[in-house]
């Protein structure tokens, strides 16, 4: 029986604590012969963890670190803010099962503390919006995907937003038991609040029919590239939900709203090195990026060059 090892941190919230069981347990009652060892684990201190949201308690765990030694997986839930030095035990830990060929899958401000392990040092990984800057800034030879969706790269498995956990499990699910497994668990758990949504969807299309679809929107954030913008102000601008602005996005741009987002803020840049004598620092605040440090992979990553490379690229011709 595969072990999985959730290690609890201070300030997860306690739906992050409980995706785990919930969605492997669902799979154990409706697959026979699935069956997974699920150790709800105090990261800090032995036995205890303080929860978050919705309201702050105190939770016996069964186990501690230790009972991590063996695990076949590791799960990083979101915690706090995520901004506290992880401990140098647990980060041990994390180097320790990677060193043994164990999955590890963090989602939230979970990805900061295995991302403080250097384990993701040169791999691709996401987080939820709110940390995709602070992860790209402590963090600059990790690759930062700003969409939040479930990225697999190697052992690691990392994802943002409310139901990354969730995703996070169901993928392991499917490499475990297949596709069919996966989808049959999350049509389980999921099949009441996707009726619901569908209906709620119908009539957000009907109001952002009335509104003229996305092109004030559109508009909006063209002009607005500078400021933090995120997907629930997008949203609130367009009238939508943020599943729904995602949805919207993905029909009229190809791209989510944030990697859209993140696109023009690129091309912004690149227009900016192109006309102007900017520098590098001051570009990467015009076209809403914490600093040079968070633009510079997203950069990267769509054109093939650093921004300083691109300017000296473009002056030669």
């Not at 996070?168 to 497994?181: I, W, Y």
């Amino acid at each position: 029986m595969p072990v999985i090892a959730v290690l609890a941190l201070d300030g997860l919230p306690g739906h992050h604590l409980t995706t785990p069981g919930l969605v492997f347990g669902t799979a154990a009652r409706e697959h026979p012969g699935i069956a997974y060892d699920v150790r709800l684990c105090a990261a800090g201190a032995p036995g205890t963890v303080r929860l978050g949201a919705p309201a702050p308690v105190d939770a016996e765990l069964p186990y501690g670190l230790d009972a991590a030694a063996g695990a076949d997986v590791l799960l990083l839930p979101a915690h706090g803010d995520g901004g506290d030095d992880p401990a140098p035990e647990l980060l041990d830990a994390l180097r320790a099962a990677a060193a043994r060929g164990a999955r590890i899958g963090a989602y939230g401000s979970g990805v900061l503390v295995l991302a403080a392990s250097g384990l993701l040092d040169g791999r691709r990984a996401t987080t939820a919006w709110r940390h995709i800057g602070e992860l790209a800034r402590r963090h600059p030879r990790i690759e930062v995907d700003p969409g939040g969706t479930l990225i697999v790269d190697g052992p690691f498995r990392t994802s943002g937003g409310v139901f990354g956990g969730l995703d996070v499990c169901l993928r392991l699910l499917a490499e475990d038991h297949g596709e069919r497994a996966a989808d049959r668990t999350r049509r389980e758990l999921l099949s009441p609040l996707l009726a619901h949504a569908e209906r709620v969807a119908e009539s957000i299309d009907r109001t952002l029919a009335e509104r003229g679809g996305l092109d004030a929107t559109l508009e909006w954030l063209e002009r607005n590239l500078h400021l933090p913008l995120t997907p629930a102000d997008i949203a609130a601008h367009a009238g939508v939900s943020i599943s729904s602005l995602n949805r919207h996005f993905l029909a009229r741009t190809g791209l989510s709203a944030p990697r859209h987002l993140l696109r023009l803020r690129v091309q912004r840049a690149r227009d900016l090195l192109e006309r102007t004598d900017e520098p590098v620092e001051a570009i990467a605040a015009l076209v809403g990026f914490a600093s040079p440090a968070t633009l510079r992979p997203h950069f990267a990553r769509l054109t093939g060059t650093t921004p300083r490379a691109y300017r000296a690229r473009h002056r030669r011709r």
